[in-house]
């Protein structure tokens, strides 16, 4: 890995970091960069996952005041989210590069419009919340397939997960976010240590980004009063659009 | 089956197999950065352990372990130096018409399970499954390639060739720069060390190869085919 290559990783990871703690959407930019950097397309996306995933575990750490207590639908829900992430990663080690690269500006067009679409997605699940809360089953269901493509590519997993958790849990959104985050962090762990395990993960690269994460998720709790987290997610959009664009054009023309 | 010994340059070796041109091996601390080159064949480079970078098209492509990546023939790369530990890389070269039109990169870990050790049977099984998932492109007549056979066939000058085509002498080395991505000049000395190269391979003498190639003498061969190919042509030669 050259300087500037390490440079450009240093510098998305402080930007994921940052945008992680504000707004949320970092992989719409560090996993662009980890394929800037010249890995392949499977091995980026697993370099970045690790890279970014202290984000998850810290932004679960500092709300588990508001943790939900340890019911039997929680304990099953973050057994669905270990066993989404596992799933997702497995997949996505099983195929092959170019079944990867060709959904890859899909999947970035995917999550771009999940966030730019967030507060609709929001107002809409709660409008449409019934009086009883769905069964444990139902609901670990849909947040199976949710937890599944966490550990398969990961962008826009929290917003899915709040859109999901609002629909079946009660109306505390605290509380809702802190479980959000906890079962990201568990979808997050799960495919780490798959991708880890089976050697998927450059580690120059990673080290680059992870330090750059942690010190722009440090910056991002200060600059939290300072910084607009609509301004933000404003530029998560643009970013996550003109992405689509870039790597539709490498990768379908 | 192939054991790859410890090396500190490139070990070319024929392999008697149709379908495969020669093989190159490297085991040891990380390859040293070479010229940026080409190839007349497709050039299959398999990662077994460490990584390889390349400087392709502007952009550094890295290659991790468990990868192979493909580039097509008379597509300009520059290798790069890692400075992983421990690699261990083979290069296999096949007949350009198993080419794929662009760079491009695969996993193979679970085709081999042993570390080091794998058979020519088993690299051209990986040769055919890249080009069977490739659409057929029946030809490059493009412009790129009327450009390159032209410049690698006739010994004309460079201001001759640019007057010939309506061009400035500056106006056309752009053009060629922008087509192959070297200046005309740099092209043509690439072409000849592959013609070189592929004289060796058939058992010709250095200095014949040399001459023949177009080269003023045998060390100015071995000098720019060193910094190139990471290898003498006498080693070259004897392998």
Redesign the interface.
Known sequence: ??VQ?GALLLTAGVAGGLINALAGGATLITFPAML?????A??ANASNAVAISPGHLIAALADRGKLPPPSPRAIVFVLVALLGGTVGAIVLLRL???LFTLPVPALIAFATLLFACAPQIQSWTVKHRKAALPSTGYSGAVLGLACVYGGFFGAGLGVILTAVLSITESNDIRAIKALKNLLATCVSCAATLIFIMQ?TV?WP?TGAMLVGAIIGGYAGGHLIRILPGQLVRQFVIVAGAAMTVIYAARYWF | MTRLAPTTTWKYRRTGIAGIVELASWRGAGPLGLKPHFHDETQIVLVLAG?R?FRIDG?????????AAFIPAGMLHAP?AT?DADTVCLNAYVPASHSPSTF????ITRRWQTTGSISPEQILEIADDIAS?EHVHVSTTSDKAKLSDGLAESAERIGKMAARLGRSREGFTRMVKRQLGVAPHAFRVLARLNLARRLLRQGSPIAVAAAEAGFSDQSHLTRLFRRTFGTTPGVYWRD
């Open positions: 890995m050259d290559t800037a950097a010249g890995l392949p499977v091995t092959p590069e170019r050697g450059r690269e | 990584s970078t952009a550094t492509v890295t290659v991790p372990a468990g990868h790069m400075s491009r990169i695969s996993r998932r």
